[in-house]
């Protein structure tokens, strides 16, 4: 006997609102930019680690770092590297800046596994207003941690962030090779970070 399933319609249930609705589309499009621009601070902190480590033996250094699965254990030897560091014409910046930047790394990864952990839903009003919001129903903490918070304004301040300690790690890196290799150059400046979103009301 064949079974009769039901038509779906375009009344769908908030639970079975589905990711392809384009009231998710600035979501999606944010979240992914924040991935992205996550990937490539953590790419510039490899080859951070490598000018720090000296250019002779590359490919044995980034076979370390490669070979730690935790993106917070690479930043944890490249801390390491940073503080025992034998080139004499290290600049005096480079041992502090490099310890900002991990720690300001370290607080954004928190938000980086919200975001990337976190199971949404989607609300549509009588009004026709869509609403994303975090699914807390099954106690999922990362999803807990975005009560009260615009999501969406989360996800655009990470990939800020992201962005902006990206340049200063590859800014930190190429001017610690020009300084190795004898020549003059100015040391970057720390960039300024955006302040958090508010919660909402």
């Known amino acids: 006997m064949k079974v009769r399933r039901p ?14 609705d384009p009231g998710f589309r600035p979501y999606v499009t944010a979240l992914g930019q924040f991935t992205l621009a996550w990937n490539n601070l953590q790419n510039s902190l490899a080859f951070l680690f490598l000018v720090t480590m000296g250019d002779e033996v590359a490919n044995q250094n980034i076979a370390v770092w490669s ?6 254990s690479q930043r944890d030897i490249l801390l390491a590297a940073t503080k025992n560091n034998t080139f004499p014409a290290i600049p005096i910046e480079f041992v502090s800046d490099v310890d900002w930047l991990c720690k300001e790394v370290n607080r954004l990864e ?3 596994n919200d ?3 976190a199971p949404l839903y989607a609300h ?3 009004n026709g207003e869509f609403l994303v919001l975090p699914a807390t129903g099954f106690g999922n ?8 918070k615009d999501i969406l304004a989360e996800f655009r301040f990470g990939r800020d ?18 300084i190795l290799a004898g020549e003059i150059h100015e040391w ?14």
Do not use: N
């Open 7 to 20: 038509r779906h319609t375009s009344k769908h249930p908030d639970f079975f609102i589905r990711i392809t």
């Open 67 to 72: 070979a730690l699965k935790s993106d917070r």
């Open 110 to 112: 928190d938000l980086r």
């Open 115 to 117: 975001a990337t952990h």
């Open 124 to 126: 549509r009003r009588i």
């Open 141 to 148: 903490a990362r999803a807990a941690k975005l009560i009260d």
């Open 161 to 178: 962030v992201a962005g902006l300690l990206a340049q200063f790690t590859v800014e930190i890196a190429d001017g610690l090779r020009h």
């Open 188 to 201: 970057p400046s720390r960039p300024k970070l955006p302040p958090k979103p508010p919660r909402k009301s």
